[in-house]
């Protein structure tokens, strides 16, 4: 909720920058004027934009030093993008396969995918994505300036767009100059972008292994999960159930070591509902059971009203002999959950000697889970599984030492992750052959190089690189909207 109100604020502070630009230019106010033209601020609706020509010397300086650097690295930067080129249109293309085969979106494990705040991305780490969105294209923008003013291109200016909330670099250079180079030499500038994001990822993954390896010696890792917020206003919060600091190991048998057996913990509750093992003496000291009934919502009940705390039981041995207890058992959720010490699969039903598997009789997406704690009571949960996932907030990293919180390797980790990944995406999306992209003019290059001696129409050649890129817009266009709309539908 707090995330969504300082939208509202954000979206509301455009409305009034809109309407004063609107009424100061409306009015000619000279001093407005001056001021914009000055600064290079440019308001539009929910669009910023500023533009400066300060930074351009700076450029130059560091583009005329280190000549022989810069002209193995943006070599290098060339033949890793074309590279990278036919790698991106696979990727694409074995996406849109894996989107158009495969029937389950949870099954479907796309390897490329469109990140949209609120969709697939969680809208609380909109910081994350801004914060990386904006350092990415900055040091993409920065690769083709240094490659521009090493082949003696002039820069006209560089700047941020911010598009609500959403912040992206860009650098102008001279076109009639970048026009008149040779066609080798604009491709370097062309791939010196997509040159500095590979290795913007690949410091990236660096970086991580070596934040990693300094956290696992100040916090506990793969001991289990610590409990950094708890949904107020969901069912699992409370002095019963789930609090801040606390340390989760297990999930019913399933052991929790970090963040990735956590979800998958709680995705194999959701899938294979778990039967408990229990002895017969159990169920005949406490069992309460009456006939009984199908409810509305689609469970099975054999307590009664006035039991709110017990839940109805079947049993599931499979044998086909006597049956040691009967078909449905009446008993307290907690006591069987606390007394059970091995779970049951439903399918085989198999427990140790005199135990015997029993399953609650609950909605198709409702299961019942004990959670263990350290140096707690355990926490009986009823409910979807994936509610678990949503209402807590959790880290992989235990404090020790003097640390209280796991905020900061949290945050390190999580910035790194999406840099990485940023970077690369960014990389892959810019090399493809689509309109607005680098791509674009890469393939065009590549058409004047390789098809200049074979065919003598500059118009063809063009033709055939606006072909080409067309057919990678339509594929990228494709990717994001059925990917986005498959997500929205699951």
Not at 370 to 393: E, F, M, R, S, T
Not at 403 to 424: A, G
Request: proline share 5%; net charge neutral.
């Amino acid at each position: 909720m707090d995330i969504v109100v300082g939208l509202i604020w954000i979206a509301v502070v455009y409305g009034v920058l809109f309407f004063f630009d609107t009424f100061f230019k409306s009015c000619a106010h000279y001093p407005y004027v001056k001021f914009l033209h000055e600064t290079g601020f440019k308001i539009k609706f929910f669009h910023l934009q500023w533009n400066t020509t300060s930074l351009n010397r700076i450029f130059v300086r560091w583009g005329s030093s280190n000549i022989r650097f810069f002209n193995i690295w943006f070599s290098l930067g060339l033949y890793a993008t074309l590279i990278l080129l036919p790698t991106s249109i696979c990727l694409i293309l074995y996406a849109i396969f894996q989107l158009l085969t495969t029937k389950s979106y949870e099954d479907q494990n796309i390897i490329v995918e469109p990140i949209i705040p609120g969709v697939n991305l969680p809208i609380s780490e909109l910081g994350y994505y801004s914060i990386t969105l904006v350092f990415c294209s900055i040091v993409h923008e920065v690769g083709h300036a240094l490659a521009a003013v090493k082949e003696d291109v002039h820069l006209v200016n560089v700047g941020i767009t911010v598009l609500f909330v959403i912040p992206v670099a860009y650098v102008n250079i001279n076109l009639e100059k970048l026009s008149s180079l040779n066609p080798w030499k604009t491709l370097r500038i062309m791939c010196a972008g997509v040159w500095h994001n590979l290795v913007l990822s690949f410091v990236g993954l660096l970086l991580y292994f070596i934040m990693w390896s300094m956290f696992t010696t100040m916090f506990y890792v793969d001991n289990g999960i610590y409990i950094t917020d708890v949904n107020p206003n969901s069912p699992l919060a409370g002095i019963r159930g789930l609090q801040m600091g606390d340390i989760v190991t297990n999930i019913n048998d399933c052991v929790v070591r970090d963040e990735v057996t956590w979800n998958d913990c709680l995705l194999n509750a959701w899938y294979n509902k778990p039967g408990f093992c229990i002895t017969t003496d159990l169920v005949h000291s406490v069992d309460e059971s009456i006939p009984i009934v199908e409810l509305p919502n689609g469970a099975y009940d054999c307590c009664g009203p006035t039991k709110p705390d017990w839940l109805c039981f079947e049993y599931g041995d499979n044998n086909d002999g006597i049956l040691e207890l009967p078909p449905h058992m009446c008993l307290p959720a907690r006591k069987v959950v606390e007394t059970c010490t091995s779970f049951c699969d439903l399918s085989t039903q198999i427990c140790p000697t005199n135990y015997h598997c029993i399953y609650p009789l609950l909605p198709n997406a409702t299961t019942l889970l004990k959670i263990k704690l350290i140096q707690k009571p355990d926490v009986i949960y009823i409910g979807h599984p994936l509610d678990v996932l949503h209402a807590a907030q959790i880290s992989s990293y235990i404090p020790r030492y003097f640390f209280k919180t796991p905020m900061l390797p949290d945050m390190v980790m999580k910035l790194l992750r999406y840099l990485i990944s940023f970077s690369l995406g960014l990389a892959l999306v810019n090399v493809i052959p689509c309109v607005y992209m680098d791509g674009h003019h890469i393939i065009n290059l590549l058409a004047q190089i390789t098809l200049k001696e074979k065919v003598r129409s500059r118009n063809t050649i063009a033709l055939i690189s606006i072909i080409i890129s067309l057919i990678g817009t339509a594929l990228l266009i494709f990717l994001c909207i059925y990917s986005i709309w498959t997500r929205l539908l699951k």
